[in-house]
């Protein structure tokens, strides 16, 4: 029976504040754009009864002040859902109103030490804003490489689950194949891989919102079933559900993660929702596979993309 870890990337977007946008506003459009992000996301799982991991950025703190990481800490905590860390290196280097100071993007880029002493500050960061010790960590845009897992494993977490094919090697940098999808031991931690699908014959789609359409959700997770995978690791944002500028919803999105709710709602005797603080029994063995391509079902994605890209992201 897979188990299925609903996870939610929940962070400052940069893109806003490069642009210069005062600290509420840049704030809002990253945490609860549109009406559509945080609070919307925590009331969709309360009411579908969902388990989900929140992994939360705290390094904006050293722009920003820990006041406002502390309120979505406090929010996520009061909603009865799961904190765990995430980790975003350029905000080590950045200061407020200065679009160009920032440290570097990948944490791949620094060397293991390097990455044990940012990741070392970011949990006592999430901690301070009132988290417990984190267990689990995620890489910002999947940049973690195998000195990340072997940080992480120093520091005492439990899991990763940064690596995500369809974002290697170029970002993902975790020595394992594009297509692993089963967690796996790894440098002394387990790595719960990104679930993906195969949308042509060697091109992988992360599970996500704004990846999927809702069928590929559904056959991604039929599929899952189907073979007996280990687990199902989803990924939304913070910001996802809205339009880039995170002033309206994109209702392409939405509605994904609104269907996506209601499947795992309906579902949930044969894909439960898991905290990773549950630490559920994860076979680490397998030689699971992504769902394989379908052509017609990839067209009607792609339409639905172009909706989404063409309509629902101009609009004002």
Known sequence: ???????????????????????TEVWR???????VGLSYQLDLLARHDLKACFFVDPLPA????????????????AAGQEVQLHLHPHWAGA????????????????????????????????????????????AGSYTADDATLAALARLGFAYDSSHNGAEAPASSRIGLPAAQIAPVARHGVVEVPVSLIEEHPGRLRPF???AL????????????????????????????????????PNAVHV?????????????????????????????????DRPLGPARLRTARRQAEQLWSNWVEERAA
């Not at 050293?62 to 905590?77: E, H, K, Q, S």
């Not at 407020?96 to 070392?120: P, S, V």
């Not at 996506?260 to 894909?271: E, G, I, M, V, W």
């Open 1 to 23: 029976m897979p188990q299925v870890f609903l996870t939610i990337d929940t962070e400052v977007a940069w893109r806003h504040h490069a642009a210069g946008l005062a600290s």
């Open 29 to 35: 459009r990253s945490i609860e754009p549109g009406g």
């Open 62 to 77: 050293l722009v920003y002040g820990l006041a406002p990481i502390r309120a979505v800490v406090d929010t996520i905590l």
């Open 95 to 138: 200061r407020a109103g200065d679009a160009d100071a920032h440290g570097r993007f990948e944490l791949w880029a620094y060397d293991g030490r390097e990455q044990e002493q940012l990741i070392a500050a970011a949990a006592e960061l999430l901690i301070a804003a009132g988290a417990s010790d984190p267990i689990a960590f995620r």
């Open 208 to 210: 996500q919102p704004c």
């Open 213 to 248: 359409s809702g069928a590929e959700a559904t056959a991604a997770l039929d599929h899952a079933i189907a073979q007996g995978h280990a687990a199902v690791t989803i990924v939304s944002h913070s910001f996802e559900l809205s339009n880039r500028a995170g002033i309206r």
């Open 255 to 287: 509605r994904r993660f609104d269907q996506l709710c209601a499947t795992l709602d309906r579902s949930r005797a044969t894909l439960p929702t898991r905290w990773f603080g549950d630490r559920p029994d994860l076979p680490l063995d397998r030689a």
